[in-house]
């Protein structure tokens, strides 16, 4: 297979820059505190500068506008200051200019050896010179400065999108609307990286794109959506202050320009940190901001008076740290958030509180046989709250219902379970809250098109029985005229009806104690890249061999597939093992460790680490290693809430019609074969598929929901254009303008980034089918019969050819090319993919400008009559006449009239006679030929013969060469020496000698 190289064009936009050997872990934590000393020192003497400066200018100028101003500019030149301090120091520290390094934004355009070192050089002097996002290829890699902080209101924050997340934004937008197929910006990193921050960039960029602007209905829908949830699914971490715990898919419908729906589809996990937190973290900061922005006579109402942070069980245990004026402000903003959706603001608010007060349930051991209860206030709140007795409601929390061979028995709970149930009922309260304000957002404005995801309570991805994705993993014998249809609509969407999506996934993370959620959360992350790592490296290098193409660079990368094995193996993977310990009536968490020991003690990715404990395990995941603690395992997996409490819920028994609807469907199935509870377990949370197959109990586990909606969102992303950005934190303390090196050293390598960088820089990652490339570049081909008979391999070399010719056309610098051809396909490299699509684009500009200039002369002159007449009639004249641009006619068009005397007198000043002719100027001693100057003597070809008849019998034969001396006397002849006679030749008989062109060179 032939390759072809460019060898003879160079790439400008490489930046030579010195590489050294990399930097030990000491110089690194030096240089970070030596840079921010640095800074300030330099903010604390600007500040003090600054402040006199306003001193000064508020006694000379007593207006506020100057004063403003004055701000502005001493701020500008603070930050200035700032910049050039420390790239100083940077300079002084590692001896290299590092404006250099700040001026290459791909980070494959760095000329030298590709190592860990000089990529950490490039964008830790982008990072300080306030340049977060930098390019490899098409891939994008953001870097978390913290300096930004959530808005009040999503998607309406002062802070723009960079200029490589519009460029991404608007390559998704044309792509869809060249090709009409769905594309896909997926956001990826670790937990605290800013990826949520980055996703809302990227929506408000495509709403100003392609959705409408701002002002449209869907926006201001999609707006108060994300800022519900901002609060209600957002809490303080270790690592994070504003972590988002929950996984979002977005899908955005594009339709005649303007996006006229947009659906959100939410992973809710982390469902333990309502009842329990963590050292140092906090609960969902909706809760906070209730305690905030709520008045008195409202905490009043809703049994709130005189409980704070610090008396609520569920807030106390965790940090402290509150700032009241910003909680509130936000609450306000979520309360008219609330209030564009449709949902009422009183209900929401009585279920929270109750949660928080549920909180201060405690059962212990009595002195008889039931069970004594701390907080006899907090109970007959929560039940005024919910609107059932409280009794009723204790008697739920108390006893429990069995149904053994078809009989119904009670007996009484123990301290153990009657908490445990409190907790369960506390997160069923929340989560089913969340789900249904979800749900009602997604259906505002719902149109006819139907979304390639299912819907659900929690909106979340395709149903397993009649998804769209799993039509192609169902068998056809099930129901064929199903199939069919389903299928059929599949195809019609996916080439007509295409979306824009933003996928913000959870991201890997390791808390102090990590629990199950941990663990989906970090198998969700090796999912994603796992997806990465197949699209860009497998798939690349597949097809490479399939098609006999041999690349001249063998990139590594690391697989991990052998972890997501180990996670979710059907055989012996870890949740499977747990799915199976959660169906025994009987287990425990030592059991399921044991087993997965046993399973997997000789796995390369599984450890147990020191010292060693019965409910303790250890994975090496693609980020780091992470020890589990096994203990609640089980419970959180199995997810459930006994019908003892559910059934004090239904219509019957409450007066609360928003706590009815919540748990409206496990009650319709219990009522249906009698009053009271039946000893049945539901889940806290349904699934997407529950209540639709028609049993009365629902089945299921937490991880093997989260497991089928996982892999529903990879068959979905499958059938996508995906784009990729790739978020870093810069330190692990959340601290401003901080670039720890060995923190982003950590995620390079675990994200990919250097063989990423050497894959775009030095191989040939993209391929297209020849038909494609075809259709999208062939207007590089003037001239192109599309019913000529030549194979679409031919028309693709065409192009290639005449792509070489406008590449010396254009004005574009030269860049590195490199194609080859192989059986399906074309590959061709990273830089050839950018000069194609910045050629396109040049020739469809100077398409556009020629249309626009053509169609506006037509309009102007098809208008002018009209305008003409209207400017007679506003000077009264309508005889008045005006230029107008004609065509040139042969009559004499009459001038501007002339003053005789003037002339008279500029003729006698300049000795110019008014009668005589003017005189003929002096012949030239060259002549011009192309924009070339030629000089006398030159050769020319006759193109006649001349003349046609002589008398003396010297005629210049036809294909003749002559010698031409100079211009003749006469008017349009030249000169021509023959021997020793001279003769007059017309100019237009005479042709230049062409000079042969060399060979071209082939390149």
């Known amino acids: 297979m032939a390759w072809h190289t460019n060898a003879r064009l160079t790439s400008p936009h490489k930046v030579d820059v010195p590489t050294s050997n990399s930097l030990s872990h000491s110089e690194s934590s030096g240089m970070s505190d030596l840079v921010s000393t640095v800074t300030r020192e330099s903010s604390r003497e600007s500040t003090q500068e600054s402040s006199r400066e306003s001193t000064r200018e508020s006694s000379r100028e007593s207006t506020r506008e100057s004063s403003r101003e004055s701000t502005k500019e001493s701020s500008s030149e603070t930050s200035d200051s700032n910049i050039s301090d420390t790239q100083k120091l940077l300079e002084q520290k590692y001896g290299v200019d590092m404006s250099v390094y700040s001026q290459v934004e791909d980070l494959t355009h760095l000329v030298g050896p590709l190592t860990e070192d000089s990529i950490l050089r490039c964008l830790q002097a982008r990072f300080y010179s306030q340049h977060y996002q930098n390019k490899i290829g098409p891939v994008v890699v953001s870097v978390n400065s913290y300096q930004h902080r959530p808005s009040c209101q999503a998607l309406l924050g002062p802070v723009k999108a960079s200029v490589l997340l519009q460029g991404v934004v608007r390559d998704a937008v044309t792509q869809h609307a060249d090709t ?56 303080t971490t270790v690592t994070n202050p504003e972590c988002s715990r929950v996984g979002m898919f977005i899908e955005n419908f594009i339709s005649d320009t303007a996006i006229y729906r947009a659906k959100i589809h939410a992973y809710l996990l982390d469902r333990e940190r309502v009842c329990n937190i963590q050292r140092y973290e906090k609960n969902y900061h909706i809760f906070y901001q209730m305690l905030s922005g709520l008045g008195s006579e409202e905490k009043a109402k809703l049994h709130l008076t005189g409980y704070s942070i610090h008396n609520l069980r569920y807030l106390s245990s965790g940090s402290s740290l509150q700032n009241e004026l910003e909680d509130k402000a936000r609450f306000d903003a979520w309360k008219s958030a609330l209030s564009i959706l449709g949902i009422p603001f009183s209900d929401v608010m009585r279920v929270f509180s109750a949660v928080l007060l549920l909180g ?28 059932v007795s409280g009794v009723a409601l204790y008697r739920g929390f108390t006893t429990r219902t069995r149904n053994s061979r078809g009989q119904v028995c009670k007996s009484l709970a123990d301290v153990n379970m009657a908490n445990t149930t409190r907790d369960a009922l506390s997160k069923a309260l929340y989560f089913r809250t969340v789900s249904a304000i979800l749900k009602r957002a997604n259906s505002i404005r719902r149109p006819s098109c139907n979304s390639t995801l299912s819907d659900s309570t929690e909106s979340n991805l395709h149903q397993d029985a009649l998804g769209i994705s799993g039509v192609r993993d169902m068998p056809l014998s099930r129901n064929p005229s199903l199939t069919s249809s389903v299928c059929s609509n599949y195809s019609k969407k996916t080439r007509f009806d295409g979306f824009i999506s933003i996928v913000d996934m959870f991201g890997f993370e390791t808390a102090e104690c990590n629990r199950l959620e941990q663990l989906c959360i970090n198998l969700c992350a090796e999912t994603m890249q796992h997806f990465y790592n197949t699209h860009v490296f497998k798939s690349t290098m597949q097809s490479l061999r399939e098609e006999g193409v041999q690349a001249d660079i063998e990139v590594t990368y690391f697989d991990n597939e052998p972890i997501l094995e180990l996670l979710s193996s059907k055989r012996s993977g870890l949740l499977s093992i747990l799915e199976t310990e959660c169906a025994q009536p009987r287990t425990s968490p030592d059991t399921f460790v044991s087993k997965a020991k046993v399973h997997h003690r000789i796995h390369n990715y599984f450890f147990e680490p020191l010292p060693k404990a019965s409910c303790v395990f250890g994975i090496r995941h693609f980020a780091g290693r992470v020890v589990y603690d096994a203990s609640n395992f089980l419970t959180n997996n199995r997810d459930q809430l006994s019908d003892d409490v559910i059934s004090i819920l239904s219509k019957q028994n409450c007066n ?71 978020c870093l934190k810069s330190n692990d303390r959340c601290e401003l303008d901080m670039f720890d090196k060995d923190v982003i050293l950590r995620q390079l390598r675990s994200l990919q980034v250097l063989d990423t960088v050497q894959l775009m820089a030095g191989g040939i990652p993209h391929r297209m089918r020849y038909k494609s490339f075809n259709n999208r570049y062939a207007i590089f081909v003037r001239h192109w019969n599309p019913y000529q008979t030549s194979s679409q391999q031919e028309h693709c070399k065409a192009i290639l050819n005449s792509f070489l010719k406008a590449m010396d056309d254009s004005k574009l610098p030269y860049v590195s090319t490199q194609w080859t051809l192989g059986k399906k396909h074309i590959f061709f490299s990273e830089g050839t993919r950018q000069q194609l699509e910045a ?46 641009q004609r065509k040139r006619s042969k009559t004499k068009e009459s001038g501007p009239k002339k003053d005789p005397r003037l002339l008279q007198q500029a003729s006698n000043y300049y000795k110019i006679s008014l009668d005589a002719a003017p005189a003929i100027p002096a012949t030239r001693s060259y002549n011009v030929s192309g924009n070339v100057r030629l000089s006398y003597p030159q050769f020319r070809v006759m193109k006649d013969n001349f003349p046609k008849v002589a008398s003396d019998g010297k005629v210049l ?33 005479l042709d230049l000698k062409t000079v042969p062109d060399p060979d071209g060179m082939d390149i």
């Open 839 to 884: 050629m396109r684009a040049e020739k469809f500009d100077k398409a556009a400008s020629l249309i626009q200039a053509l169609w506006k002369g037509y309009t102007q002159r098809k208008l002018w009559p009209e305008k003409r007449k209207s400017l007679q009639a506003q000077q009264g004249n309508p005889k008045a006449t005006f230029p107008i």
């Open 957 to 989: 034969c036809r294909g003749e060469e002559v010698k031409v001396v100079g211009p003749a006397s006469l008017r349009g002849h030249l000169k021509v020496q023959r021997g020793n006679v001279c003769l007059d030749v017309p100019y237009h008989l």
């Open 656 to 726: 609360f019609g928003f706590v009815s609807h919540l748990f409206a469907r496990e009650t319709r199935s219990s009522s249906s074969s009698g009053p009271g509870p039946k000893g049945m377990k539901h889940r806290i949370l349904p699934s997407s598929s529950s209540g639709r197959s028609g049993s009365e109990e629902v089945r299921g586990t937490l991880s093997s929901d989260f497991q089928s909606k996982l892999d529903s969102l990879i068959r979905t992303l499958v059938h996508t254009k995906p784009q990729f950005i790739h």
């Open 360 to 387: 201060n349930i405690e059962f212990v051991e009595g002195t008889g046989l039931e069970l004594d209860l701390v907080g006899n206030n907090e109970i007959k709140a929560v039940a005024a709250l919910l609107g």
């Open 180 to 235: 009409g197929h769905s594309q896909a910006i997926i956001v990826s990193g670790e937990s605290g990286s800013g990826k949520t921050f980055c996703a809302m960039q990227l929506l408000r960029q495509l709403f100003d794109i392609a959705g409408g602007g701002s002002e449209t209905d869907t926006f201001k829908h999609l707006s108060a959506t994300l800022t519900v949830l901002q609060s209600l699914c957002s809490a």
